[in-house]
């Protein structure tokens, strides 16, 4: 059967095309993808909770056409809770947007029916009343130019840390689920470009610091063989994929939060390559190592 229609926690949705296979190199299907975020939702829900959520869609599956879905879809169930952010220089001439909040289980499978294998977010959150509040997240995207991988990724974020560390940061590693790693601090701001000027020069000083290993220019024909540090994920208008979002790799991978030990370790791409069932049983085994970046207690950058 590959159509059900379901009753969640008193919602009900249509899931359908249940057996579509979406990872074709394994057979993973759409169910076992909704299967996942069912499974997953715990751990995931609070760290999407309030955060406008852009969905990267793949109806055909991983080596078919995507697109990003900002705006939700007007068949969208009357539950599902949006907010509508403004978008000035939209590619598609809009103003604004009306995003989805995954508050709940029911959000989130109601998200997964729709093969929004990937979830992106921002690193800030809109409140009841107050609407867009400044970053709480700073974030620093490694990105590596081949031939260097994950294993260069875990040198230049042991750096990283070390930096942060000495202002005062706590750091939180997580594979990007595809070929690099994100490392994550929660913080507190008094401005919204807070986050992005602190990235942009720390990346910069890195740089300097080590030109043969580290990039923070964007330019693609800078990277071959260097560490990319993406600092322009803290500006406001862009979005990371999510802890423990699916990626649309050839496997079902998944953007998995990481101990230090296991970057400090890691001599091969493969050490730090996880599919939806390893995090699960890493959850179930370990819990949610990314939990402190829900803490309200958060340190003034």
Known sequence: ?????????????????????????????????????????????????????????????VEATSFFEKNVSRHAPDWVRTVR?????????AESADYALV???????????????????PQWTVGPR?????????????DPGPPATIVECCTVAARLREALEADGL?????????????????????????????AKELAEKLEQDDPGLVTSRMARNLRPRKVFIDWSQNNTQKTTVAPYSLRARALPTVSTPL??????????????????????ERVRDIGDLFEPLLATDRPRL
């Open 85 to 93: 952010i403004e978008t000035p220089g939209s590619s598609r001439g």
């Open 170 to 198: 706590t750091v939180y590693p997580k594979t990007s689920g595809s070929k690099g790693m994100q490392l994550y601090s929660p913080v507190t701001v008094g401005s919204a470009d807070r986050t992005r000027t602190y």
């Open 130 to 142: 107050d609407g867009k509040r400044d970053p709480d997240l700073l974030v620093f995207d490694l």
């Open 259 to 280: 101990d230090w030990d296991e970057v400090q370790t890691c001599e091969r791409p493969d050490d730090l390559v996880f599919t939806a069932d390893d995090v699960l």
């Open 1 to 61: 059967m590959t159509d059900s229609l379901v009753d969640i926690e008193g919602r009900r949705l249509r899931l359908s095309n249940l057996d579509k296979i979406l990872y074709p190199e394994v057979g993973f299907t759409k169910g076992e993808v909704i299967d996942y975020y069912a499974r997953i939702a715990p751990v995931l829900l609070p760290h999407v909770r309030d955060r406008p959520l852009t969905l990267k869609r793949y109806p055909n599956g």
């Open 103 to 121: 508050q709940d289980l029911p959000t989130l499978v109601w998200a997964a029916q729709l093969a929004s294998l990937e979830l992106h977010i």
